[in-house]
């Protein structure tokens, strides 16, 4: 979150600096200031300002070093929580950015069918997200193919849907990977793969997922009933 965010919010409330900061906990002059960029947005400030406005998930504080052994409940709650229509009905608690959620599953090892198809969903719906960040991290996972293919998939589905300004944003996420692409084959996050699956997708998966050198037969015309 930036001070920029806050403010947005802050005026779309059609509050002054002087009660949002009362509601906030701080005082005006210190609001002021990080309205303006002149101090960071803490993770207090953006912890009380989650409960006080209407604030997207994107706005929420990611997790210096979020953890990798979360199971596929964790993963179906966490998309349900976010609004993704197969785990709607699921409750709760964790409430976590979307691009945190992203990596996590990205930097899984085996993750359940029906979560790897909803990854696309996350792009999709959370353009807006952290991708300095997510794309940082993913690099330093070695998981940048994986998060190519997700946004090239999300991008797909995008401009099946005649939506050509979203998915030329995302498939600007795509061409920013493309240096960093890694040479190593890989899965989408399937590493039980047996030796006979690899063998069929590697002379049946589509050329983007042989171009992202992973082993999946996902595609974005499985995907249409899940966004």
Do not use: C
């Not at 197969?86 to 599953?105: C, D, I, R, T, V």
């Not at 006979?196 to 042989?210: D, G, N």
Request: proline share 5%.
């Amino acid at each position: 979150m930036t001070g920029n965010d806050l403010k947005s919010a802050r005026t779309a409330a059609n509050w002054t600096q002087a009660e949002a900061a009362h509601r906030l906990g701080v005082t005006q002059a210190y609001l002021s200031m990080v309205e303006r960029g002149n101090r960071p947005v803490s993770n207090d400030l953006t912890s009380a300002a989650l409960q006080v406005f209407p604030l997207p998930a994107t706005a929420r504080p990611i997790e210096d070093h979020p953890a990798v052994n979360a199971g596929e409940e964790f993963f179906k709650r966490a998309l349900g929580e976010l609004g993704y229509p197969g785990f709607a009905y699921m409750e709760s608690k964790q409430l976590l950015n979307p691009a945190e959620l992203l990596l996590l599953a990205l930097d899984s090892e085996d993750l359940d069918a029906r979560v790897t198809e909803a990854l696309p969903w996350l792009p999709f719906h959370f353009p807006e997200m952290n991708w300095n960040w997510l794309t940082s991290e993913s690099k330093s996972r070695d998981r940048q193919n994986r998060l190519a293919y997700v946004a090239l998939l999300a991008s797909d589905v995008a401009q099946k849907r005649g939506d050509t300004q979203l998915a030329e944003k995302l498939r600007s996420r795509v061409t920013a990977l493309e240096r960093s692409r890694l040479a190593n084959e890989d899965t989408l996050a399937k590493s039980s793969m047996s030796q006979a699956e690899r063998k069929w997708l590697r002379t049946h998966r589509t050329p983007s997922a042989a171009h992202w050198n992973l082993l999946t037969d996902l595609k974005a015309e499985d995907l249409q009933h899940v966004f």
